[in-house]
């Protein structure tokens, strides 16, 4: 080891111990000069300062929700336009086309996550999605762009955020996949910040004796990173208005969609949301709610039981609005946000982080033994000037894959995206078996390049069965 390489590890260790963080450079000694490289480079992307707040705020205690004083349930505009939304309806969609395709719309999708609940080797947008051909998350979802641009013209262009954790292996699936048929300059792939995993007294914990613990820093770190890539820049240069986000794990979302697209605009909205009807007032997904006259998810489990079961005069409940992480965002916000500097609220997490002991001894833990700090997306709504909300139909738009199995695995968003071709077949006249449960009794598959929704595919009546058969396999595209 050199003099300078020597005197540089001393300073970090000096400059840690400020922070009593010095711990991680305690295999320093021990290892080899590159892996003191890989150690020292880990520890330069830290902002100490940042960190002490963070640890003395979300680590060291357990943050409490402060309830606002005041919340209210938001404005929504609903599924079906009654009769005074009908040509507002019809302006927007109209508007939204027009958007498109005049290149103004750009797709962004989320997949930085570790995808610990899927249990699934790979980047999750590669994992095999669909009922028949199997194709995997990235695959549907370029072909729904491929099919969107040929349907109204114009170019989308897609960013894709990653993460250090899977950004090689998703580069290589786009290079080997000849980026799912689309153009390579209109595909940019860029990854998200980290943020180190602490024990529960605040030091971070070693993954290796030269490497942090690290994981990727939420959702909500999309924002930034897609300002620091330069991603934000290349929309800009491209004339792109509106971005339209959505999760990697929900191969049922709509991603390009006119009506979100045209109401967003017509409005001049700054970030706007799709929402569900919850099917229980205590489903775990996010509540929309107004506070201070601003758009404000909050978390299932802050949101007290007996708010979550009020009921207005009607019967229904007053929070019924549920997030499924759909959002879709004007470029000039993120400018706006990011330009001065902002920050997300940090989200604390318990969970299992394997780490190195202090005698180098790798331990797999087997009960949460670690604190990881994540931001979310939907925190930057209350950011927003404006901002609207779309209700739209479960089965339509939300499928997502995030368990091995049960709920939200990929076994349920099977189903689900049969149920939705199930039900654009029958919007179109042809008979669909169904069990006495009302289970569709075959195995259905849509590409995007036949149809996106139910209206083009009523419009190609002419090619269709007049009834599929019980137990019948069927691919259309
Ligand atoms: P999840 O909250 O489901 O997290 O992310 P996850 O990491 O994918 O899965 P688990 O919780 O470990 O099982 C929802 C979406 O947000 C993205 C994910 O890729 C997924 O599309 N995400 C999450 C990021 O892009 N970065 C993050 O830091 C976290």
Redesign the pocket.
């Known amino acids: 080891m050199t003099q300078t390489h020597r005197d540089r590890i001393e300073q970090v260790r000096a400059l840690l111990a400020r922070h009593h963080q010095d711990h991680i450079l305690r295999f320093a000694d021990r290892i080899s000069a590159d892996q003191q490289r890989q150690l020292l480079s880990d520890i330069e992307s830290l902002d100490l300062e940042a960190l002490d707040a963070l640890v003395e705020q979300y680590v060291r205690q357990e943050p409490h929700f402060a309830l606002p004083d005041e919340i209210l349930p938001p404005a929504t505009y609903p599924i079906e336009p009654g009769s005074k939304l009908r040509e507002k309806y019809r302006q927007a969609r109209r508007r939204g086309e027009r958007l498109i395709a005049e290149g103004k719309v750009a797709a962004f999708v989320?997949?930085?996550?570790?995808?610990?609940?899927?249990n699934f080797d790979g980047p999750?947008g590669c994992f095999p999605a669909t009922p028949i051909k199997k194709k995997v998350l990235f695959q549907v979802f370029a072909e729904t762009i491929r099919a969107a641009e040929q349907r109204w013209g114009g170019v989308i262009p897609w960013y894709v955020?990653t993460?250090r954790a899977n950004h090689e292996a998703t580069e290589r699936a786009f290079a080997e996949c000849d980026h799912f048929g689309l153009e390579p300059s209109n595909v940019m792939l860029f990854t998200?910040g980290m943020m180190p995993s602490f024990d529960r007294d605040g030091r971070i914990l070693l993954a290796e004796k030269h490497r942090l613990a690290m994981s990727?820093?939420?959702?909500g770190?999309?924002l930034r990173a897609l300002y620091r890539s330069g991603a934000l820049a290349d929309i800009k240069r491209r004339g792109v208005e509106f971005i339209s986000y959505w999760?990697?794990?929900n191969p049922q979302v709509r991603l390009i969609d006119p009506l979100f697209i045209g109401l967003h605009a017509e409005d001049a909205a700054e970030m706007s949301s799709k929402a569900v009807i919850k099917c229980d007032p205590l489903e775990k997904v996010g509540n929309f709610t107004l506070v201070n006259d601003r758009v404000t998810v909050i978390e299932y489990s802050d949101l007290p039981e007996d708010l979550a079961r009020k009921q207005d005069g009607r019967g229904r409940y007053v929070f019924e609005l549920g997030s499924i992480?759909i959002h879709l965002i004007s470029r000039s916000f993120v400018e706006r946000i990011n330009e001065h500097g902002f920050s997300l609220p940090w989200h604390r997490a318990d969970k299992k982080v394997a780490y190195v002991d202090e005698h180098g001894e790798p331990v797999q833990p087997n009960k949460p033994n670690g604190v990881k700090l994540?931001t979310f997306i939907f925190d930057a709504l209350p950011l927003a000037a404006r901002s609207i909300i779309l209700t739209i139909d479960r089965v339509e738009e939300f499928a997502p894959i995030?368990n091995a199995e049960g709920v939200d695995s990929a076994e349920s968003s099977r189903v689900l995206q049969i149920e939705r071709f199930a039900r654009w077949l029958e919007s179109a006249g042809v008979r669909v078996p169904r069990k006495s449960d009302g289970a569709v009794d075959a195995v259905i598959e849509i590409s995007p390049f036949f149809a996106l929704d139910a209206g083009q595919l009523q419009e190609k009546k002419s090619l269709l069965p007049a009834a599929i058969q019980p137990g019948q396999q069927i691919v259309l595209e």
């Open positions: 989320v997949a930085g996550g570790v995808g610990t609940r899927l999750k955020m993460s998200q990727p820093d939420g959702h770190g999309s999760q990697v794990d992480a994540e995030k």
